[in-house]
C-alpha cells in the first residue's frame, strides 16, 4: 500500500514536497516513481528512483526543478517541487514496481502498486 500527502495549493514559483509512504516490506526491492494527472490530460511520469536511490529519471519538462529521493529508514520517497508552474497542477500518484527498473518507468503498464494520488493546484 502507498500513501501520497504533502499537495496543496501553492503560487507559481512556489514549492513543495510530496511524501509517498510505503508499507510494504522489504522497500529496498522496490523502483519507486511519480507520475501526475493533469485536468484534461492523461497520466503522464514524472520521475524514478532506483532501488539503491543511486539512479533518478526525470520527464523533461521537471529537470532542475523536481529532485526525487527516497528513505529506506522512512520506507518512504519523496518528491521535491521548486520552481512550480501553473502547469504542474495536477493529481500527483506514488508507484512500486519490483520487477521493472526505474529506467523504464515511462513505459506503458509499469508500476505494480498504486497510491491513491495528492492534489497539487499551482496558482498564476
Known amino acids: 500500500q502507498l500513501t501520497e500527502s504533502g499537495g496543496g495549493l501553492v503560487q507559481a514559483g512556489g514549492s513543495l514536497r510530496l511524501s509517498c509512504a510505503a508499507s510494504?516490506?522489504?522497500?529496498?526491492?522496490?523502483?519507486m516513481a511519480w507520475f501526475r494527472q493533469g485536468p484534461g490530460k492523461e497520466r503522464e511520469f514524472v520521475a524514478a528512483?532506483?532501488?539503491?536511490?543511486?539512479?533518478?529519471y526525470y520527464r523533461d519538462s521537471v529537470k532542475g526543478r523536481f529532485t526525487i529521493s527516497r528513505d529506506g529508514a522512512e520506507n518512504s520517497v519523496y518528491l521535491q517541487m521548486n520552481s512550480l508552474l501553473p502547469d504542474d497542477t495536477a493529481v500527483y500518484y506514488c508507484?512500486?514496481?519490483?520487477?521493472?527498473?526505474?529506467?523504464?518507468?515511462?513505459?506503458?503498464?509499469?508500476?505494480?502498486?498504486w497510491g491513491h494520488g495528492t492534489l497539487v493546484i499551482v496558482s498564476s
Open positions: 528512483i532506483s532501488k539503491s536511490g543511486d539512479s533518478t
Open positions: 508507484a512500486a514496481d519490483p520487477l521493472v527498473g526505474a529506467a523504464s518507468a515511462q513505459t506503458q503498464g509499469w508500476g505494480s502498486a
Open positions: 510494504r516490506r522489504p522497500f529496498s526491492r522496490y523502483a
